[in-house]
């Protein structure tokens, strides 16, 4: 992404508890932020969450570690994390044992068969309604036994903001931080709705990862079929980490891009 201006105009689509602290920390760095949640963040009650057996919990987002925290107060076990973010939200949370795969769900299956053992008990994955990847999938095939408990969902806007189309009508919006297929879909799908596609030729999307990209690329018309998102370029960041994505930015003390 190539700053127009003095202050580079950044969008952050994650939901709102994780968008305010990122939004906080690029305004601190010299860029104008705005806040778009493409997910609403909606939790699952009931009981306390049955431990027994279980010889390590699975977090696949910050999310799922704040799913866990309302439903028990129990951290008297490993917790294997996806990523750098959600780990630092495990031990937030009270954890004290905690482990980072540092990238996606096959980089945290592998970590967990370096660590676990299928004669060990049971994982449990403590994730949303909706997941990405079949990390239960990978894990049972290498003999492991995983419990999957949904501890929230993850629902779709329905609308875009008045703020982020007159972004996008004006001219005024530089980048599209966007974390996850699903949320790409949602953005896409809201501009489109909102006739505003034409306007993302003059915006970056900067992806998670290529499965974020390929979503950020296309949008379904009528009849079924796919168009092309006309983004002025869809740029991945080299590890699915946000650190990595927030390398993809511009260095504004020189003018360049930082990754």
């Known amino acids: 992404m190539q700053p127009a201006r003095e202050r580079p105009h950044v969008l952050v689509t994650r939901p709102a508890e994780d968008a305010e602290p990122l939004a906080a920390w690029l305004r601190a760095r010299g860029f104008d932020a705005s806040i778009e949640p493409m997910l609403d963040i909606v939790w699952i009650d009931g009981p306390a969450l049955d431990l027994e057996g279980v010889q390590a919990l699975l977090f696949t987002s910050a999310n799922g570690v704040r799913g866990y925290a309302r439903r028990t107060e129990r951290r008297d076990r490993p917790v294997y994390a996806v990523g750098d973010a959600t780990a630092a939200t495990s031990r937030a949370a009270g954890f004290a044992q905690v482990e980072s795969a ?4 096959y980089a945290l299956a592998d970590l967990v068969r370096a660590r676990c053992t299928p004669d060990g008990g049971a994982l449990l994955h ?4 909706a997941v990405a990847g079949d990390l239960a999938g990978m894990l049972t095939e290498s003999g492991f036994s995983v419990r999957r408990e949904p501890l929230y969902d993850a629902v779709p806007s329905t609308r875009l903001s008045d703020h982020t189309a007159e972004l996008l009508r004006t001219g005024k919006l530089d980048g599209v931080l966007i974390f996850s297929p699903r949320t ?3 953005f896409v799908r809201l501009v489109s709705e909102a006739g505003l596609l034409d306007c993302c030729r003059t915006v970056d999307a900067l992806c998670l ?3 974020v990209a390929e979503a950020a690329r296309t949008y379904s018309v009528l009849g079924g079929d796919l168009g092309v998102t006309p983004w002025q370029d ?3 960041a ?3 980490e946000q650190d990595s994505l927030l390398g993809l930015l511009p260095d504004l003390s020189g003018r360049k891009g930082r990754a």
């Open 234 to 236: 869809v740029r991945v």
């Open 209 to 211: 990862s290529p499965a």
């Open 238 to 240: 080299p590890r699915p």
């Open 184 to 186: 790409a879909r949602s």
């Open 126 to 129: 403590v994730a949303g309604r």
């Open 102 to 105: 540092s990238g996606d769900v």
